[in-house]
């Protein structure tokens, strides 16, 4: 069930409704805050933080493909995605699950 949940999470985010993916991202506070429920329902849901990491990974992937950063911090982030190789994204994944955790 846990994999079957961080496969899903692409179709989620491409699903979203663009203005509330625009408000998640207007702000990098209402972002941090949206990804802190998601770990928080992950974790409810039995996601450990290698699995949580996979999702986030997976977010950002589409985040750097499909997004304008709305925002300084967002624009670092997507720097350093872009410039990271696959190791390093895992790193950062797993420091934006602590971040909000």
Known sequence: MADTN???V??????MDSEKKDQILQDFEQFKGYLSDKVSKGQKLGL????LAKAAEKVADY?????EPKNSEEKLLQELWKVGDKDQQHALAHMLIR???
Do not use: I, P, S, T
């Not at 692409?10 to 699903?15: C, E, G, I, L, M």
């Not at 450990?48 to 699995?51: A, G, I, L, N």
């Not at 985040?63 to 997004?67: I, R, T, V």
């Open 63 to 67: 985040l750097a493909a499909h997004e």
């Open 99 to 101: 971040l909000v955790g």
């Open 10 to 15: 692409d179709q989620k985010v491409a699903q």
């Open 6 to 8: 961080v496969n899903n």
């Open 48 to 51: 450990d933080e290698e699995q």
